[in-house]
């Protein structure tokens, strides 16, 4: 019991001190067989900071990517950092920057709840993390949320 309520505690005192505020966090569900999957969120930061990896119990490979356009072909590649400007909203989404976890361990199944822990490191090389918890679906849901594939910046 006293285990439980420390443990309690340090939850509570990440809370207290999160930097980043993580919002529609969702994994999505893997089929049986599949080794590699992608996680999306929406990450504000109160003081500007670095997402610089991603740790998790679900594989020892958990990396940042970003997918890009490249004369017409979408590449993947792993981002050593992210950068999160204060109080701008950096958004993980299909076709953009994600988690990439791979070498799962075990499938990841639909609306299971997941734990990711962030890494950061602001401006000034302190590094935090946080811990995120994650549904897992088969798609994006909701209005807003709908796969923005072909979204375009200009
Ligand atoms: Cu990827």
Known sequence: MKKLFAALAVCVAFTAHAQVE???????ATGQGQKATGVFMNLTAKKATRLVGV???LTSTAEVHEMKMEQDVMKMQAVKT?????GKTVSLKPGSYHVML???????KEDSQVVLTLLFEDTSGVKTQQ???VAAKKMAT?????PQQGEHKH
């Open 22 to 28: 993580v919002s529609d966090a969702w994994v999505r």
């Open 55 to 57: 740790k998790t119990d």
């Open 82 to 86: 992210l950068d999160l400007p204060a």
């Open 102 to 108: 791979m070498d799962l361990k075990n499938p990841i």
């Open 131 to 133: 811990e995120v918890q």
């Open 142 to 146: 909701g209005g807003k949320d709908k």
